[in-house]
Structures are given as structure tokens and as C-alpha cells.
């Protein structure tokens, strides 16, 4: 019912700095949390930030300080802000929307996924 569609993503060097977006559309009137998550082969799927509805956040120890997330409730996109990026950081990244505010509930809507790959 809800479609996520993502841009950004690509390849830079450590320290640099990429922006992810994520726009939502389809049945987009009962979502409540979006955010994203981040897929290295061979280990689990995991939550890098999300964002209510109402514009609370919060973000995996990992990212904070280095990753903002926002987001425009007008438009259905929500976005993410990396900075000083490591190669840690070197991942799949894929928008998630659910109509639950915690987005770590199995349910929702997936994006497509975008690479991110930070060289050192």
C-alpha cells in the first residue's frame, strides 16, 4: 500500500559526507514512524535512526553525533544527514515506514535499498 522510493547513496572517502532520501506515497495517511536502516552481507538488518511523526528521534550509539535525521510531513520524505563517514559505515541502506512509532515492529514499508560505500 505505502511505496518508499530512495535516492543518494554512492561512494566517498572517509570524513566525507552523503544525504539519503526517502519519499513515501500510496497510502501514506496512517504512517506514523520512518527511518532507516543499514544490511552488511552475512549480518542482521539494522535500525541507524527514526523519526516520529512528530519529530522525535533517535539514532544507533554508532551514528549519533556523525548522522541527523529529518523530515518534511508535507511532502512524505524523510531524510538522512551523514557526516564524517567511516568505512564502517559501508552498507545498504533501506528506508523503512510504519504506521507503529516504534520502527523496530516488524511491519512496514520497505525502500528499494542504496548503496553506501565509504572508502579509506
Known amino acids: 500500500q505505502v511505496q518508499l522510493v530512495q535516492s543518494g547513496g554512492g561512494l566517498v572517502h572517509t570524513g566525507g559526507s552523503l544525504r539519503l532520501s526517502c519519499a513515501a506515497s500510496g497510502s501514506v495517511f496512517g504512517i506514523d514512524a520512518m527511518g532507516w536502516f543499514r544490511q552488511v552481507p552475512g549480518k542482521p538488518r539494522e535500525l541507524v535512526a527514526a523519526i516520529t511523526r512528530g519529530g522525535s528521534t533517535n539514532y544507533a550509539d554508532s551514528v549519533k553525533g556523525r548522522f541527523t535525521i529529518s523530515r518534511d510531513n508535507t511532502e512524505n520524505t524523510v531524510y538522512l544527514q551523514m557526516n564524517s563517514l567511516k568505512p564502517e559505515d559501508t552498507a545498504v541502506y533501506y528506508c523503512?515506514?510504519?504506521?507503529?512509532?516504534?520502527?523496530?515492529?516488524?511491519?512496514?514499508?520497505w525502500g528499494q535499498g542504496t548503496q553506501v560505500t565509504v572508502s579509506s
Open positions: 523503512k515506514a510504519s504506521v507503529y512509532l516504534d520502527l523496530s515492529i516488524e511491519a512496514g514499508s
